[in-house]
């Protein structure tokens, strides 16, 4: 198979993790006798710098042009000042809006052999495995007016809106439902429907597309009670799907229930078939540069990227299981290892998930 994949490495960290999924994958590539071809572009604070857009053309360009895309991270510290049409985060919400990335899964998943690191007791997180589907082009991140202003008695104020088409509600629940009647056939639909008007119409969405769906199971919950369930059964959830802003504060709670937020990759689905891939941790700028970031939530997103976008199942399994493998013999990044100065590298871990590639695809043919 040939494909061409569109990388955006951005900034802090990203660009160790990328090239650490870059050489996985291209070893998945030689394994398998694929041809992939990588092309990188700017986005975040690197592309600010460069081209003085946090998005630039030619980024997009790029990424039209690619079968798949796999991005690492952007922000820092560094551009934290500047104004809000010059910050990393704005090329991120941008690409999202302009390939209409509009459905974001983030699965949670204990790897058995990293219980360990949860700090939640054994017991609580026996058997959790869900995915979050967060809607990701609408709501709070998008809707206008989001400005600061000074009303007419001359008091500062500033206003965000939350706004949904019910359209864009049903589309990414239809995916949630999709992905139900692939797993346990369990939709949790998160709201604040005792408040929003936008959580009615959404409720009332929720109930239509259920409709279409009478295998799969499904409940309303609020968004507050959500996230003490998270930590007090996390075990109860199948497939999650709420609002932009309340998915992205839900799944980075999420994802300390398996210990590792370097651990966990995400999914972002668009109606065009371009999707893109990327870790759900942030930029980490206080460790960039410094070789011990965990590359693994990159690696798996590559997996990720094989599986969906190319339906390289078998590829994306032996990924999965070369990560599995090294976790298994006890190698651990600096985030994820107990004791000081006992763990291993980026370029440490990566070379271990090659080889561990090599030994277990040998095994298969
Ligand atoms: C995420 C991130 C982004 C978000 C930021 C960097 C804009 O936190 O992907 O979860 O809030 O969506
Ligand atoms: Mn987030």
Known sequence: MKKKIAL???DGIGPEVVTSAVAVLKETAAQFRHEFEFETALIGGIAIDEKNNPLPKETVDVCKSADAILLGAVGGPKWDQNP???????GLLAIRKQLDLFANIRPVKVFDSLSEASPLKQDHINGVDFVI???LTGGLYFGEPSERYTDEEGKEAAVDTLLYTKEEIVRVLKEAFDMALTRRKKVTSVDKANVLASSKLWRDAVEEVASQY???EFEHMLVDNAA???IYKPAQFDVIVTENMFGDILSDEASMITGSLGM???ASLSSTGLHLYEPIHGSAPDIAGQN???PLATILSAASLLRTSFALEEEAAAIEEAVETVLASGKRTKDLSAKEGTYQTTEDITHAVVDALK???????
């Not at 049409?85 to 704005?90: G, H, N, W």
């Not at 030994?359 to 043919?365: A, E, R, S």
């Open 228 to 230: 003490m369930q998270l």
């Open 359 to 365: 030994q277990n695809v040998k095994t298969i043919v």
């Open 133 to 135: 589907v967060r809607e």
């Open 8 to 10: 955006l490495p951005g």
């Open 214 to 216: 009478p295998d799969v």
């Open 292 to 294: 011990v970031a965990n």
């Open 264 to 266: 966990l990759p995400s």
């Open 84 to 90: 809000p049409e010059l910050r990393p985060e704005k």
